[in-house]
């Protein structure tokens, strides 16, 4: 008889070095002058995920009879909340759909009321930023830093980047572990797997997030020429709707809270379905896609019960409120 899975367990713990303010002060400096000089080619724009491919709009249902461990904060109760879909691809850069990127999937679920994650009061919604990856292929922020700035000036300097963090013929290995996850086929946002692919806590517990495509949903020959195109016909015929899951830490050698690259093996943790988010039919809607597109998507928009965990996460809060401040700057100058 097989052995019984792990059950969630609620002795996650964080561990925050002394030092993390002043690097992550440092590193939303970083990327400020990074986001300047790619406005001066492109626009105002974010830091990463510049690029926003399509707004739409959605509906977000919590599911009833939960288990204890994921009935917490936004799931606690059943309840529908309208919700804003940004989907994007997630260089710093303008560039084609046709080259490979890291694709995201941000939900901002409207109309929730409770303490903000960022301990300042009352928050009005819970954002949850999604990948096409299921880890992010770094450990910790220094090196994820390192390349993404590099990223912004070209692949020699991507090369050269890891090359002086690994050595010659280890950097060389990293970047062809990155490239292969990043050169993944992706075949569209309405057929792909996404991914929170770093933790959050939910309750007492700590979980990360996947959301599964609608089911019978094809990829087309073509489609990764025009993204947005491809999304807004398949709009046209039928409404779309996924399935939001949670996977739940059970111990740190598997599912641990620091280590951003170490996917969580679905065999020890596996998901759990929590939600439905329903993209109703509808078209390109210009005026609300300049609305999502000025909108802040952030994992510290969230509940005081879904606060981001982790070192990535920790140093996300920092780069996302500097590339928050750059935004509104050039907005106002």
Same mark, same amino acid.
Request: glycine share 6%; net charge positive; proline share 6%.
């Given at each position: 008889?097989?052995?019984?899975?792990?059950?969630?367990?609620?002795?996650?713990?964080?561990?925050?070095?002394?030092?993390?303010?002043?690097?992550?002060?440092?590193?939303?400096?970083l990327?400020?002058?990074?986001?300047?000089?790619?406005?001066?080619?492109?626009?105002?724009?974010?830091?990463?995920?510049?690029?926003?491919?399509?707004?739409?709009?959605?509906?977000?249902?919590?599911?009833?009879?939960?288990?204890?461990?994921?009935?917490?904060?936004?799931?606690?109760?059943?309840?529908?909340?309208?919700?804003?879909?940004?989907?994007?691809?997630?260089?710093?850069?303008?560039?084609?759909?046709?080259?490979?990127?890291?694709?995201?999937?941000?939900?901002?679920?409207?109309?929730?009321?409770?303490?903000?994650?960022l301990?300042?009061?009352?928050?009005?919604?819970?954002?949850?930023?999604?990948?096409?990856?299921?880890?992010?292929?770094?450990?910790?922020s220094?090196?994820?830093?390192?390349? =993404? %700035?590099?990223? #912004?000036? @070209?692949?020699? *300097?991507?090369? !050269?980047? +890891?090359?002086?963090?690994? $050595?010659?013929? &280890?950097?060389?290995?990293?970047?062809?572990?990155?490239?292969?996850?990043?050169n993944?086929?992706?075949?569209?946002?309405?057929?792909?797997?996404?991914?929170? =692919? %770093?933790?959050? #806590?939910? @309750?007492?517990? *700590?979980?990360? !997030?996947? +959301?599964?495509?609608?089911? $019978?949903?094809? &990829?087309?020959?073509g489609?990764?020429?025009?993204?947005?195109?491809?999304?807004?016909?398949?709009?046209?015929?039928?409404?779309?709707?996924?399935?939001?899951?949670?996977?739940?830490?059970?111990?740190?050698?598997?599912?641990?809270?620091?280590?951003?690259?170490?996917?969580?093996?679905?065999?020890?943790?596996?998901?759990?379905?929590?939600?439905?988010?329903?993209?109703?039919?509808?078209?390109?809607?210009?005026?609300?896609?300049?609305?999502?597109?000025?909108?802040?998507?952030?994992?510290?928009?969230?509940?005081?019960?879904?606060?981001?965990?982790?070192?990535?996460?920790?140093a996300?809060?920092?780069?996302?409120?500097?590339?928050?401040?750059?935004?509104?700057?050039?907005?106002?100058?």
């Open positions: 008889m097989p052995s019984a899975l792990p059950t969630p367990r609620r002795d996650w713990r964080e561990r925050v070095d002394s030092d993390e303010a002043m690097r992550f002060a440092r590193y939303g400096d990327f400020t002058q990074m986001q300047r000089a790619q406005t001066q080619r492109f626009g105002n724009g974010r830091a990463l995920h510049r690029r926003q491919i399509l707004a739409l709009r959605a509906q977000f249902e919590v599911l009833g009879s939960l288990p204890a461990h994921a009935a917490q904060g936004l799931f606690s109760h059943t309840a529908k909340y309208d919700a804003w879909i940004r989907l994007s691809n997630g260089a710093s850069a303008i560039n084609p759909d046709r080259r490979p990127d890291v694709r995201g999937f941000a939900i901002k679920v409207l109309g929730v009321h409770g303490p903000s994650a301990g300042d009061g009352e928050t009005s919604c819970q954002d949850f930023l999604l990948i096409q990856l299921p880890a992010t292929g770094f450990a910790r220094a090196e994820f830093v390192e390349v =993404a %700035l590099a990223a #912004a000036k @070209g692949p020699l *300097a991507v090369i !050269a980047a +890891l090359v002086r963090r690994h $050595g010659f013929v &280890a950097g060389l290995r990293r970047l062809k572990r990155l490239g292969d996850g990043l993944a086929p992706f075949s569209g946002f309405a057929t792909q797997r996404f991914y929170s =692919a %770093l933790p959050f #806590a939910c @309750g007492a517990y *700590a979980a990360r !997030a996947r +959301l599964l495509p609608p089911p $019978g949903e094809r &990829a087309v020959a489609a990764k020429d025009d993204w947005a195109d491809d999304m807004l016909q398949r709009l046209e015929r039928r409404p779309l709707v996924y399935e939001f899951q949670l996977q739940f830490f059970v111990d740190e050698t598997h599912t641990p809270i620091e280590d951003g690259s170490v996917d969580w093996d679905e065999s020890l943790a596996p998901y759990v379905s929590v939600a439905r988010l329903t993209l109703p039919m509808q078209d390109l809607q210009r005026a609300f896609a300049e609305q999502v597109e000025s909108a802040a998507f952030d994992p510290w928009a969230a509940l005081a019960e879904h606060r981001p965990l982790g070192e990535l996460m920790r996300r809060k920092a780069v996302y409120y500097a590339s928050q401040k750059e935004r509104a700057r050039v907005a106002s100058s």
